[in-house]
């Protein structure tokens, strides 16, 4: 009541803030590395001031081609936010009612969140190298040599890969959706119904623009999890890498700040998705504010 502070309060701020230090200092550390001058090298102190390594990287690092390799991160990590939010948005309104065997599919379809990763892009790669057995069989049973020639495999950023990476993303939207229509008003869904409304309507103009925010959350999850994922991805992901596996890559080979710059502008395309994502939903908290 007199405004001092307590001990305790001084203690466990200073702890907060190695807390912020330990969690946040490598990010600053390679961060203000990837601004070396030209003879900078891995370490401190830094040795000039420049944006040389960024410059370099553009220009593309052996025989890795940093460019396409962003973009494809880029495409997957849309397609997988795509995904995430039709499938949670779905599941949830359809686990509204009461459906037969809903509970265990509900806890086979977050048993991923708890097993092992590498488990889990294991067993994906093996079932398409299965998958791969059975199309060469079936083409030289039905005499499609050419196509038997050209086939290599079936997998691929857009199908083991995608699969991979939505058994990390999925549960994470499921779990977020199911949490906001616990604590939904069903109300809101009466009084349109008692106005007219359709079913199509009554979800349009009141259930989604309620949930709008929560549907951004689960947007941002999607893209971020998918963005810095390696370990679903890494054994089924065919022949073209995602960004960071060619990073996780780069760390082995690379021995100048070129690779810092790489990682200082996949962690400002995550900062920018994660503040895009704040600033709908407050926009969308803004317009549900003003209906209201």
Do not use: C
């Not at 709008?212 to 689960?218: C, D, F, R, S």
């Amino acid at each position: 009541m007199d405004g001092k502070r307590s001990p305790g309060f001084y203690a466990l701020a200073a702890f907060f803030g190695l807390f912020l230090l330990f969690l946040y200092g490598p990010t600053i550390t390679i961060f203000v590395l990837s601004f070396q001058g030209p003879e900078g090298g891995l370490t401190f102190p830094l040795n000039g001031l420049s944006l040389h390594w960024f410059h370099e990287l553009f220009k593309g690092i052996g025989v890795i081609d940093i460019g396409s390799a962003l973009l494809r991160s880029f495409k997957l990590g849309l397609l997988v936010t795509t995904l995430t939010v039709l499938l949670a948005v779905s599941a949830a309104l359809a686990f509204r009612k009461s459906l037969r065997g809903g509970g265990a599919l509900f806890y086979v379809t977050v048993a991923s969140l708890i097993m092992p990763s590498i488990i889990v892009s294991l067993g994906i790669g093996l079932s398409f190298r299965l998958l791969d057995g059975a199309f060469k069989h079936f083409f030289e049973w039905a005499g499609w040599l050419d196509l038997l020639d050209s086939f290599n495999t079936s997998m691929g950023l857009y199908t083991s890969a995608l699969g991979a990476q939505l058994t990390w993303t999925l549960p994470f939207g499921l779990l977020i959706m199911f949490a906001v229509f616990n604590r939904f008003n069903a109300a809101y869904e009466e009084a349109a119904r008692d106005l007219g409304a359709t079913p199509w309507q009554t979800l349009r103009h009141v259930v989604l623009p309620l949930i709008g925010p929560a549907v951004v959350g689960v947007a941002m999850f999607g893209f971020t999890l998918s963005w810095d994922e390696i370990a679903r991805s890494s054994q089924a992901i065919g022949d073209l890498n995602t960004l960071p596996l060619e990073l996780q890559g780069l760390t082995t080979t690379v021995t100048t700040p070129v690779i810092y710059a790489l990682g200082t502008i996949t962690t400002l395309v995550s900062f920018v998705v994660v503040a895009l994502a704040l600033g709908l939903a407050a926009l969308g908290r803004r317009r549900t504010g003003r209906r209201g």
